[in-house]
């Protein structure tokens, strides 16, 4: 099984504080550190210092670690054409020696858009040209040196291109796809992804999604067992009951409700957990870490999680 970070900076966090958090990590084996992509905060708090981009800060990452893997969960498509959009992370893919990680998707938070100037159309249209984005990046980075690349969408058009940058991973580097969507989000991953995540659900129901994505890779031909299932919750561990109920105080949240909609407990509970995902099909997790501050609970994962999964 393997650990991942998984931050959430618009809640508040400036790029020191990421490059802490990710640099801390990759010092304790954890196998990534990734971030969301978001333009306003969710909930209370001021959000200050304000949002980050997240294909700068993993530039900036890129530079400043050595081998812990990067990426997003998720890129939001509403957010960039799809052309500059697999341009930037080819860069980032090469500056980091090719450790980086594309997770994309619709793009779900109405009111960042409206706060940012971002148009936010229907769903079924999100979707739709979700899809064109995946078919154009991924074509733009699979095309072989030399060959040129176009596509005729409905809402995007690439007509000759060069297709550079090449990404150093190749073919390419992963993509993640994600969600709860019955119907099209696992055809579109059985499509285009290498990995599955189910996030912020029960184990039953990501092993009731899992077989979906399944059923859809055999639907389209291709072998369930070449896609990596993963799943993201959030984390909150301590060593006894009184520092778990600190951790959970400082994030807002309820311990119970953590327990039960969360990876929360002592390092033993959370080992366990962790085990149950693993159980239903999951062989990576990625722990969203809400205090950026508290590198105190990375460091307890790290020693004493780690090692039982």
Known sequence: MRLRIFTEPQQGASYATLRRVATTAEALGFDAFFRSDHLMKMGPG?????PTDSWATLAGLAAETS???????????????????????????????????????????????????????????????????????????????????????????????????????????????????????PALAARYADEFNANFVSVADAGAQFGRVRDACRAAGRDPESMTYTVAHTVCCGKDDAELRRRAAAIGRDVAALRDNGIAGTPSEVADKIGEYAEAGA????????????????????AEVLPQV
């Open 46 to 50: 001021d959000g200050l210092p304000g």
């Open 67 to 185: 081998s812990i893997r990067l990426g997003t969960l998720v890129t939001a498509a509403t957010f960039r054409l799809p052309g500059p959009l697999a341009i930037a992370v080819a860069q980032v893919d090469d500056m980091s020696g090719g450790r980086v990680e594309l997770g994309i998707g619709t793009g779900w938070y109405e009111a960042e858009h409206r706060a940012y100037g971002v148009p936010f159309p229907p769903l079924k249209e999100r979707f739709d040209r979700l899809e064109e984005q995946l078919a154009i990046i991924t074509g733009l980075w699979e095309t072989p040196l030399g060959e040129k690349f176009s596509f005729d969408g409905t809402y995007y058009q690439v007509a000759d291109s060069p297709a550079l940058p090449k990404p150093v991973q190749r073919p390419r580097p992963p993509v993640i796809i994600g969600g709860g969507g019955r119907r099209r989000t």
């Open 283 to 302: 062989s990576t997790v990625y722990l969203q870490v809400l205090d950026l501050a508290d590198l105190d609970q990375l460091e307890l994962i790290a």
